[in-house]
């Protein structure tokens, strides 16, 4: 199973919106809505921000948002915060019952 | 509130086997969720390493890991465990338990275990 991909790296100032993609397959991303995505500050255990495509769990800020296009999955955050700086990976149910992960994208917060 | 609490560091040589416990608090654990692993070599992103449902015992593990890792959980104490074998140095990461409350998403996470893999 290949992992997902995402860019490498996206950056934006504060106030200002950004997206990241998650490119995958039809026996994932496009399969399924079960796309997660985590955020990631250094040092730390990883924290999710969208489950099931679009759905934020209870206390993430709604400025967090997720989408779904055919094999891509999109994160967008909006109004951009200094606390938003980190890594940010996607994942993927696969037709195989197993989870894929996005390769991780860094957002600077200029 | 629930807690995710996971065993400390380990130091192993290549060949040999290492079990990480991760002991689960404030939900019940045979209810509806599962137990994944997940590990992150030292700068690297996230891997997917297996999952296991504690209610029935069912488990599934990354196709290049089968054979190589073992998951459990003992109910009685609420903590699952991934025993890895045949250590190699490419093994060497921080490994996390996260609790999956099902559409293979994960929702609280332990705190991390670093393996360290070196003769």
């Known amino acids: 199973q290949s992992a997902l991909t995402q860019p490498a790296s996206v950056s934006g100032s504060p106030g200002q919106s950004i997206t990241i993609s998650c490119t995958g397959t039809?026996?994932?991303?496009?399969?399924?809505?079960?796309v997660s995505w985590y955020q990631q500050h250094p040092d730390k255990a990883p924290k999710l921000v969208i489950y099931e495509v679009s759905n934020r769990p209870s206390g993430v800020s709604n400025r967090f948002s997720g989408s779904k296009s055919g094999n891509t999955a999109s994160l967008t955050i909006s109004g951009l915060q200094a606390e938003d700086d980190g890594d940010y990976y996607c994942s993927s149910f696969t037709s195989g019952s197993t989870v894929v992960f996005g390769g991780g994208t860094k957002l600077t917060v200029l | 509130q629930v807690q995710v609490v996971q065993s400390g560091a380990e130091v192993k040589e290549p060949g040999a086997s290492v079990k990480v416990s991760c002991k689960t608090s404030g939900y019940i654990f045979t209810y509806s969720y599962g137990i994944s692993w997940v590990r992150q070599a030292p700068g690297q992103g996230l891997e997917w390493v297996g999952w296991i449902y504690p209610k029935n015992g069912n488990t599934k593990s990354a196709q290049k890991l089968q054979g190589r890792v073992t998951l459990t959980t003992d109910t009685s104490t609420s903590t699952a465990y991934m025993e890895m074998r045949s250590l190699r140095s490419d093994d060497t990461a921080v490994y996390y338990c996260?609790?999956?409350?099902?559409?293979?998403?994960?929702?609280?996470w332990g705190q991390g275990t670093l393996v360290t893999v070196s003769s």
């Open positions: 039809s026996s994932d991303v496009g399969g399924y809505n079960y």
């Open positions: 996260a609790r999956d409350p099902g559409a293979a998403s994960f929702d609280h």
